[in-house]
Nanobody
Framework: QLQLVESGGGLVQPGGSLRLSCAAS????????IGWFRQAPGKEREGVSC????????GYADAVKGRFTISRDNAKNTVYLQMNSLKPEDTAVYYC???????????WGQGTQVTVSS
């Protein structure tokens, strides 16, 4: 049973930075590609970024490319999302999952709230 817990969200001003963490328990992350998703108020959940099991390959949604960086430390069983140059439109609840891009997943966690506002 793989369990993922998101943390690191908060309130930040436009242009600021946050680093989100996705910590795994129950199973090692070594064999899973991990994706970050977000859901803004009134909108569908959308994929933000993806990292392969080894960390060798990464991908980003166009809206965050150049501003966000996904990484992982399998020894710590953790995946990160470094978010720089944050914009108000980045405001959302952020989730991680052992999926990339697809919303076909049934075990979403609580997520972590990111609010970008002055």
């Amino acid at each position: 049973q793989l369990q993922l817990v998101e943390s690191g969200g908060g309130l930040v001003q436009p242009g600021g930075s946050l680093r989100l963490s996705c910590a795994a328990s129950g199973r090692t992350l070594d064999y899973y590609a991990i994706g970050w998703f977000r859901q803004a108020p009134g909108k569908e959940r959308e994929g933000v970024s993806c990292i392969s099991s080894s960390g060798a390959s990464t991908g980003y949604a166009d809206a965050v490319k150049g501003r966000f960086t996904i990484s992982r430390d399998n020894a710590k069983n953790t995946v990160y999302l470094q978010m720089n140059s944050l914009k108000p439109e980045d405001t959302a609840v952020y989730y991680c999952a052992p999926r990339c891009w697809t919303n076909r997943y049934d075990y979403w966690g609580q997520g972590t709230q990111v609010t970008v506002s002055s």
